[in-house]
Every structure is written in structure tokens, then in C-alpha cells.
């Protein structure tokens, strides 16, 4: 693939003079002919909806991020990310999630491995495997059966299961007494570890050591600290009963003593962020079963399609991508904002945080140019109705400005709730409405407005459609690192920072803090005053 600047590009220059006249004029203005603006904006693909309508950009803005597009060889590089080509070009691998969601065994050969074959195998056996911690026919080492499963892992190993569990679970429904209760331990400083145990049997509880390395030190830490808490009361000869694992590593996993019926491959060409297609997902497929983890693989698959086949003015993440392109370098806006108004959905913005930003947090282009055009906003968020009585008022007055994702169900999760899930409905369009167009009074009460927004809405949170919006979101992130020309699968950054805690952790572990580097070590000192 040709390396370019896009910020030399015809389309670039042209975005920038058109930039003007868009600043020239206010989003309320395009709003008042809402069926026109509907057809032109708004996207659909099964029971998902993208309404682009409170973009502040005109039909001419798409033509030219089309434009902007078609220089920068997005459809080539589309083609190239489903093929299995090195776009992850600094650690010269592929990024083949979306292998982990098509249907019938289909995926390149990679490296000699055929890709569809490996991830029909794994998927058959890491379903069979949640299927039977399940159903209660997968028992401990004393014959009874799993009551309690905890998943170790962290960042891409974590966020991903720990989202699906939430958004997927019928919480609180007869049935879902029946089953295992699912847990996620992240943190290093023992505090979920321990609350997830708190009620646990070890005898009924199944630890997942899930890590596409295994080296990680907060994964390590805590599955140590799991094994330990299972010996006190489970021989260490039967420990395995109690233990799976996800990993690239099977030397790992062969010393941490990982029976070869529950351990699950992972592939260098699944980044940690993109991994929740693959045994990554184990835990969810527990906590969801099996059937409607199958459904949320074949949502996604189906937004791959979309994003393969659409062309750009209808194809919802490219349309996505762009914009947030157009916002971020034409239109100055570095933070975006994710507020979905369903409590299911209510830590999505904390999965879409590492896609987004350990994709996009970079500043060389694959090329080793360094970036001369901003890069990767900044995203944050939180369920739309709290939102609302904290930060959304910096949102519509703020100095700074920010554009926002309001995300919706069109159906609630209960049907005694439908009046209340009305209310939330009304509440989010209010949001959107009042932070596009404003209030055109003098004074205090006056809001700007003319702050962009998509609206993302959802018939209902089924399975498959959340695979969908997630695959959504995917795509976008991989249209922008496109455009910028930078690579969205390395994360050298944070990398970087675990190796210098572990030597950091060594020094301190020797009472060898000379090293450290002086700052550290007055903040060292006072802690023993
Ligand atoms: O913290 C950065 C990171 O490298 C993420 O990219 C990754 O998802 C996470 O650590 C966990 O890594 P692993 O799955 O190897 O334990």
C-alpha cells in the first residue's frame, strides 16, 4: 500500500476551504427540513440505525470525505484488512477479527495456517466448553458442579467479556438463578479478587486466565492469588479441574498447569481489543450461552458486509470514520463522547475507550512519518440519564466543545418499563436536539449549540445487534486510522510503560531504589516517613 500524507491530498485542501463556509453557518439551519436531511443523512442495515442528520456537515462535506476517501485508497485498504494482509505493519501481522465472526470456516491462510479452519475449530470447542459450565455438566475437581466463574484478565482480555456479560445477561429473571454467576477480575491491587471470592465455593469455581501473552503482570498476579486461595482447600493435584485459560502462549498455559481440555489458542493476528470475537469471549458465552454468543458473531459479520460492500454515503462506519475525521481536523473538536440510554449499555464507552484510543492514540504514520493533523479524540462517556445531571451541562455550555454518540434502544429490556424507557427515549433526543440547535437567547441561558452528534438506535439490545454496533465501531476506528495513515493494531505506547513498571518493581522489590529516577524516589521517601 502506497504510504501518503492526507493532509496533502486534493480532498484535504478542498475539506478545509469548505471548512469555512460549514463555520459560517449554524446546524440549525439544516435542520428544518427534516425528511430531506433524513434521506440524506440517515443510515440503516437490519435493526440498527445510524442518523447523521446533527453532523454539522453538508451533502457537499460527504462528497468531498468521499473524496478525501478514495485518495487515501480506503476500499484497498478495506480489501486488505479482510484478506489478511500485514496492515498491523510494524509487527508485521494481519488483523483478522473479522475472520472470528464469519460464517462456515471462511478466512485466508496466513503464514501457512488456514485461518477459517482454526477459528471453526477453537470456536467449536470453547462453545462446547461454556455450554457445559453452563448446563452444570462441566464439574470441580469434588464432582460438583461450577457455580462461580471468574475471568483473570485485563484490558482487551477483560473489557470486551465484561461488556457482553453485562449488556446480554437477564439479571434477575428465574432462569438466570440457574445459572453460574460470571465475575471479571482486572485490577492489580487484590480488591476485585477478593470481593469476587467472597461468596465463592472453591469447589464449584472456575478461574479463566485470560491473555493473548500471559505475561501480563495484573493477570499473573491475580491467577497466582487464585491458585493459591483453591490450594487452601482443593489439592494441588486437582487445581486443574478449576482452572481454563485463553492464550497465544501454550508454553504458559502448559506451566500454570492448563488441562488441555480448557485452554483456548488465540492468534497473533487478534489485537487484545479486537479479541472479544474470539476465546477472548469464553466467559461471555457462559454468562449469555452459547446461542446468542453465536448470534452476536453473526451480527457482526453482518456489519463487515455492510462496511465491505457499501458505498461511502451509505455505508454507516465509513460514514462514521469520516465524520469523525471532518470533526477532529476540519472542525477542531478532539473529544468525542459515547452516552447510551439504556442502563445495559452503560459501560460500552469503557470498551470503546481501549478500541478507540489505544487504535488511535498514535502520532507516526505507518510510513515512520511523524503526523502533522491531529489524531485518535479523546473518548469518554457514561450512561446517557446520569450523564445528564453531571457532565452533559459542559457538554452544552462548556467553553470546550465535543462531538457525541447518543446510542438508544427503540425497545426497553422490561415491558412493565415502557413508560419510563419512553421517557429515556425523549430524554436523549431532547439531548441531541437542544445540543445541536441550541438556545438563541442573550445571556446565561443562552446555548451555543451547533454541536455535532450521531444518533445510534437499536430496535432492541438483541444479541446480534449488539454485534453489530461493536463491529460498528470497529470500522469506524479502522476508517479514521486509514485516513490518517496510521497504524490501528500496535500499542508501543503502552507497552512501554509495563516494561518500566516491572523494572521499577524490581529495584523496589531489592530496596534498590537508587535507580530510580529522582522524582520517584522522594515520593518513595515520604511514604516511610
Ligand atoms: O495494556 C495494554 C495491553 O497490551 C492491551 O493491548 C491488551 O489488551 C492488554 O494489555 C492485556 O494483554 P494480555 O491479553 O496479553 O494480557
Redesign the pocket.
Known sequence: MEHKDPSQTVAWGLLREHARAVSAAHLRDWLSDGAQRYGQFAVSEGELIADFTRARATPETLTLLSQLADEMQLDACVAALFSGELVNNTEGRAALHTSLRASGAQGPIVAGMDVGRAVSDAQAKYLRFAESVRDGSRTGSSGKSIKTVINI???????GPRFISAALSAKGTASSRDYPTVHFVAGLDGQELRAALADADPASTLFII???????L??IANANAARAWLTRSVSPADVHFHFAAV??NSGAMDAFGVADDARFP?WDWV???Y?VWSP?GVAAAIAIGADAYRELLHGASVMDEHFRSRPVNSNMPVLHGMLAVWQQNFLGLDQHVVLPYDQRLTTLPDYLQ?LWM?SLGKTVRCDGAAVKYATGASLWGNNGSSAQHSFAQWLHQGAASASVDYIGTAVGAHPDDADVHLQSLSNMLAQAEVLARGHDVAGHKGHPGNRPSTLLLLKELTPCNLGMLLAFYEHSVYVQSVIWGINAFD?FG??R??QIAGDYAALMAQQDESQLPPVARQILNWRKM
Do not use: A, N
Request: net charge negative.
Open positions: 484478565g485485563i484490558g482487551g482480555s477483560d473489557l485470560c491473555s493473548k501473552t500471559f505475561t501480563t495484573e493477570t492464550s497465544v488465540l489485537g487484545g481489543r479479541s477472548v481501549q489505544e500499542q503502552v507497552e510503560g509495563k
